[in-house]
């Protein structure tokens, strides 16, 4: 069974940094595309970037490109999302989502993790 | 980017009618679209992609329709469990963009 396990919720203030994270199982985690998605509260989804674990090659969004960093460990099936300094805009719902095997929809989705950042 | 423009914002409907979302892109993405259907506090779902091609596991009252600019989302019998936000997501050109969402309700 295809499963995302996404990093609990998470508390900061502005400014701090922070890394969250979406374990693979289930498939051959090294073959497929992981995105990351966010959701902001009562909004709509925005696509952020996606990373081939396999080897790391990561494509942004412009909107989001500088703003957050999107690595993997392929030894441990992990992707990772990460900010250097958080801002109270950065609050929402992060999902980490499995592209297709041939196309750029999403067919496998974490739980979600929601990130809170207020002074 | 690709726009994508869904209608209408918020349906209201009963039981067992047909229900119709349309999604509107900005500039042509050939059958480059799915749907995802998101419940309150949960993950969105992938009912629908190349437009038309129905997920495994995902009820036959969902299909899809259309190419190029316009594509519709039909449930032919809207069921209690089917409340929830639907959302388009062109994959045609990076960076893919997703409609604002559709929240059906029953009446």
């Known amino acids: 069974e295809v499963q995302l396990v996404q990093s609990g919720a998470e508390v900061r203030k502005p400014g701090e940094s922070l890394k969250i994270s979406c374990s693979g199982s289930g498939y051959s985690f090294t073959s497929y595309w992981i995105a990351w998605v966010r959701q902001m509260p009562g909004k709509g989804l925005e696509w952020m970037g996606v990373?081939?674990?396999?080897?790391?090659?990561?494509r942004y969004s412009p909107s989001f490109q500088g703003q957050v960093t999107i690595s993997a460990d392929k030894s441990i099936s992990t992707v990772y999302l990460q900010w250097s300094s958080l801002k109270a805009s950065d609050t929402a719902m992060y999902y980490c989502a499995r592209r297709g095997s041939s196309s750029e929809y999403f067919d496998f989705w974490g739980q979600g993790t929601l990130v809170t950042v207020s002074s | 980017d690709i726009q994508m423009t869904q209608s209408p914002s918020t349906l209201s409907a009963s039981v067992g009618d047909r229900v119709t979302i349309t999604c509107r892109a900005s500039q042509t993405i050939s059958s480059w679209l799915a749907w995802y259907q998101q419940k309150p506090g949960k993950a969105p779902r992938l009912l629908i992609y190349?437009?038309?091609s129905l997920e495994s596991g995902v009820p036959s009252r969902f299909s899809g329709s259309g190419s190029g600019t316009e594509f519709t989302l039909t449930i032919s019998s809207l069921q209690p469990d089917d409340c929830a936000t639907y959302y388009c997501q062109q994959y045609n050109s990076n960076p893919l963009t997703f409609g604002g969402g559709t929240k059906v309700e029953i009446k």
């Open positions: 990373i081939y674990p396999g080897d790391s090659d990561t």
């Open positions: 190349k437009a038309s």
